[in-house]
């Protein structure tokens, strides 16, 4: 990349003369905001880091709180055809071996023999050496399962061994008999949960996007195989309505219908959704057709029938099911790229994460225009605890220049900032500044909350 700093990558203030280039720039800028303000950390990085783990900072763990508040309220609380469960981590090993893990949940495993790097055989190319050496010395390629074991109970032997769960989903599996006896809820209907997941992932990488501990947010969605088509569409299209409502464009979000050579051989139909990420076009979740698969390997590994009664008084079957899976690492990570946008303000470079006011990890700054007024300060004071009563997250800033104060706040997305001035004390108005366009505005302080909730 050329020196000069290549600003409004995102809004196209400057000329781009490296495509490439300004991509790595845009995730290496990410990377570093995401440290400097307090969004995310690299995991156990007081002790030099734990590869592929990550930690959330306060203003990261209010993102991905909301983000997750938000995909809850709009899969679960606002339908009446989804119910929710929060299965344990650790399960029973039967599950896995069920649900095939145990066997085939494996990515190829390569080993360069020169400079002993380990890669996934089927993300780097080969024929162009090893991407830490060069050398082109490979050994065998082999399958490398990517559950992490542990041993429950004081005695490590064969038979205590368990997994940290390398999905959610069967946590969900496992439910569906409980939630049908206890709800008998009607045909089709989902079950949503939201959690941890772990897996050894041979490279990861690229922040957060390749994790090993990460949080999914999945749903099977238990249908009448003969709908399975309807259902899946309608799936898809919650699921694009989902994504434009925390703020990521369409024109970003492509669809990939996976090929039969590459589906799971139980799945009639998966589509991956993808997502323009900096570090290229890649999945952001997926979407599979998953048939009877799981609930009729639940019942050969457990001898209990997972059979759904209709309720017309028809002949039992076993539901067909269909699962959106979402990576919330990778939801994050679309959400920021999308968010973080570079301009100039009077002449200077101004970084702002333009993050919709939903998902905002702070609502409102509250600010008394100098710090040594004691009138200005207790008049800011008395806005902030308001607000505060309101349940909203609010900062308070009272540190360096107002303008100082306004690029932190645009830095961490905060949407509005209210700052009392002298002029305040004379007619009880503060002013609102916008995040996105700056303009500032006097508003009334009793008008305050229903101004800034239009
Ligand atoms: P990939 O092909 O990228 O390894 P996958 O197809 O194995 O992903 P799934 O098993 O379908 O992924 O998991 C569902 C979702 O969980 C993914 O779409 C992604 O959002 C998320 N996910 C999977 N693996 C990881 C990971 N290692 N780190 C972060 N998120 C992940």
């Keep these: 990349m050329s020196g000069e700093r290549k600003t409004g990558l995102v809004l196209g203030f400057s000329e781009r003369d490296c495509s490439f280039c300004d991509k790595i720039f845009l995730m290496e800028e990410i990377i570093s905001l995401c440290k400097r303000r307090g969004f995310i950390y690299q995991g156990s990085e007081i002790y030099g880091g734990l590869a592929g783990t990550w930690d959330y900072g306060p203003l990261g763990v209010a993102l991905k709180r909301n983000i997750i508040r938000e995909w809850w309220k709009f899969f679960v609380d606002s339908r009446d055809d989804m119910l929710g469960v929060d299965a344990a981590i650790l399960m029973n090993p039967k599950t896995w071996v069920a649900s095939g893990h145990t066997t085939t949940f494996s990515d190829p495993l390569i080993e360069c023999e020169d400079c002993h790097g380990r890669f996934r055989a089927d993300k780097i190319d080969l024929d162009a050496g090893c991407p830490t050496c060069g050398a082109k010395t490979w050994g065998e390629i082999r399958q490398f399962n990517m559950m992490f074991e542990t041993n429950v109970g004081p005695v490590r032997d064969e038979d205590s061994v368990a997994y940290l769960r390398p999905e959610t989903a069967q946590g969900i599996f496992t439910n569906f008999k409980n939630v049908v006896d206890s ?4 045909l089709p209907f989902g079950i949503a949960q939201v959690g941890k997941a772990f897996r050894n992932e041979i490279s990861p990488r690229d922040f957060v996007f390749r994790s090993r501990e990460f949080e999914q947010m999945e749903i099977e969605y238990f249908i ?110 679309a959400i920021l790229t999308v968010a973080y946008q570079e301009d100039k303000i009077d002449g200077e470079r101004r970084i702002a994460l333009k993050l919709p006011e939903h998902i905002a990890p702070i609502k409102y700054l509250v600010s008394p225009l100098l710090k040594n007024k004691p009138e200005l300060v207790t008049r800011a004071r008395e806005i902030y605890d308001n607000l505060k009563t309101t349940g909203e997250p609010v900062m308070w800033d009272d540190s360096g220049n107002i303008g100082k104060r306004y690029r932190r706040a645009d830095e961490i997305g ?35 909350t229903n101004v800034l909730n239009d």
């Design 183 to 186: 709800f008998y809820p009607d």
């Design 224 to 333: 009448d195989p003969t709908t399975w088509e309807e259902n899946f569409e309608k799936l898809l299209g919650l699921t694009h309505e989902f994504l434009s409502q925390v703020g990521l464009p369409t024109t970003k979000i492509h669809e990939l219908e996976v090929p039969d050579s590459e589906r799971a051989h139980y799945s009639k139909r998966t589509v991956d959704i993808e997502f323009d990420f900096p570090i290229g076009r890649e999945e952001l979740l997926g979407i599979a057709y998953r048939t009877d698969f799981d609930l009729k390997n639940i019942e050969r590994e457990s001898g209990k029938k997972m059979e759904y009664r209709p309720k017309d008084g028809s002949a039992p079957f076993v539901p067909h099911v269909i699962e959106p899976s979402f990576g919330v690492e990778r939801l994050i990570m």
């Design 414 to 448: 905060i949407p509005h900032c209210i700052v009392v001035d002298f002029t305040t004390l004379e007619d009880d108005t503060v002013t609102v500044r916008d995040r996105d366009t700056t303009k500032q505005v006097r508003v009334k302080i009793k008008e305050l």
